[in-house]
């Protein structure tokens, strides 16, 4: 273990120096912040002895900052605060900033040991669970999919069921819901699964671009065209071919898509002859293509082709707790993200307003907002609803969903009946007809100090 210790004194090191390097710890030494953050930034360290009071000004201030800037930049690093006679209240705030232990000066070497080994072994520990974490992870399949929901567990099993044939399947569902990795799981559950998936999203192409990126095209077959390219149906060939947003399709991509899929032939742009493709086709539209029949806007003889069988995902405000599920997921997608090994802990506050939500962006929405939480919170341990940074929206008529609305007013009626009692909890929650840790409670789950 690389041992880092933080201490202005030499006469201090140079007695603890043999007995730590006898111990086996690679040791680095600072006397000063400066020299502190140098050495930390050249090698991150797996230890930390830290003094908080250290020059040139011997406040504990600044030992606290640089507390901050340490586990910033190492903050997998365990450090162990070492304070003089009368800085408990300080050493406290150390502990609650993230330092691993606290020890009082001077230090008793038998202690002094029994720290470091207590703090070696959590860290070894910390970085098991991540490394098995992690391979749980990759080895994951690629289609893999959470949530325990009622709605969710039953489209999940159709999938399953219909993903072992070459049935088409339409996928039904709002933006954000996840239809792609819906249709990544009927791929993986197929005999087509050692062939290519190929994806495009309809929407994002105009017309004729999207003709020739499906069906491909020759050289010269129009302006730009310098050479053949095949398209996505060849690229597909014993595959699966994922069209997301299907229901974008202009009429004559629609009459070419339809030729394809009776025949299974395509005809390249500018070409003279057919080439046959073996191809699953899986779509998805966040549209009512009922409704795109009816009006003349999609062709019926496309749509019953396309829906061979129909999957409608759930809106995640539809999903119950599978919210938690999937927040704690992207969290550790998050620390990956911003350079944290572990992932963050959610308050009670941040698990209700995450069910509050009404998520009208889905996963998406959800992916983003756990990404900026952890990027908000800096370095503490846990989200806070205030790091979600959730806007209200839904059903209310202020844009927020009933659930917020009732728990903002439950809120606000707390923090006034606090106030009318000067801050006497048993009164105020006498006032609101609660027990006293009734009023306890809810001030935990809102964060009310």
């Known amino acids: 273990m690389h041992l880092l210790w933080i201490e202005d004194d030499p006469a201090l090191r140079r007695v603890y120096r043999g007995l730590l390097e006898g111990e086996g710890y690679l040791l680095a030494e600072a006397a000063e912040a400066t020299q502190a953050r140098a050495a930390v930034h050249k090698r991150p360290p797996d230890l930390v002895l830290l003094d908080l009071m250290l020059p040139p ?207 299974g032939e395509i005809l390249p742009v500018g070409a003279s002859s057919p080439i046959s493709v073996d191809v699953r086709l899986v779509s998805a539209t966040n549209r009512d293509l009922d409704r795109a029949v009816a009006q003349g806007a999609f062709r019926d003889d496309l749509f019953w082709r396309l829906r061979g069988v129909e999957v409608s995902l759930p809106p995640l405000r539809d999903r119950g707790d599978d919210i938690l599920l999937l927040a704690r997921h992207f969290l550790e997608e998050a620390a990956d993200l911003v350079g944290r090994r572990a992932p963050r802990a959610l308050t009670d506050a941040a698990q209700d307003a995450l069910r509050a939500h009404p998520w009208p962006g889905n996963l998406r929405e959800l992916r983003h907002a756990m990404q900026r939480a952890s990027v908000m919170a800096g370095d503490r341990r846990e989200l806070t609803a205030a790091d979600l940074g959730l806007r209200p929206s839904g059903a209310g008529g202020d844009g927020s969903s009933l659930a917020a609305q009732v728990e903002a007013l439950e809120r606000r009626s707390i923090k006034a009946a606090l106030a009318a009692e000067g801050d006497n909890r048993t009164r105020a929650a006498a006032r609101l007809g609660l027990s006293r840790q009734g009023l306890l409670n809810k001030m935990a789950r809102y964060e009310i100090p």
């Open 57 to 263: 000004t011997q406040a504990a201030a600044d030992g606290l900052a640089l507390l901050a800037e340490l586990l910033a930049v190492a903050p997998e690093a365990k450090i162990i605060v070492l304070t003089g006679a009368g800085g408990t209240d300080t050493a406290l705030q150390a502990i609650q900033r993230g330092a691993f232990d606290l020890l009082h000066k001077p230090v008793d070497p038998d202690v002094l040991l029994v720290v470091l080994q207590r703090a070696a072994a959590r860290l070894s520990l910390e970085r098991a669970l991540n490394d098995e974490r992690e391979r749980a992870r990759q080895q994951r399949p690629r289609g893999a999919m959470l949530g325990d929901s009622p709605a969710f567990l039953a489209c999940v099993d159709l999938v399953d069921r219909v993903a072992p044939t070459d049935l088409p399947v339409l996928v039904l569902g709002e933006n954000g819901t996840g239809k792609e990795l819906l249709a990544r799981r009927v791929h993986t559950g197929s005999r087509r699964s050692a062939a290519p998936l190929v994806a495009v999203n309809c929407g994002a192409l105009p017309p004729t671009l999207l003709e020739s990126t499906l069906f491909g095209h020759e050289k010269g077959a129009f302006t730009g065209a310098d050479r053949a390219r095949p398209g996505l149906f060849q690229q597909a060939d014993g595959g699966t071919l994922f069209l997301d947003e299907v229901g974008e399709l202009e009429p004559p991509t629609q009459v070419r898509l339809l030729r394809a899929l009776e025949s």
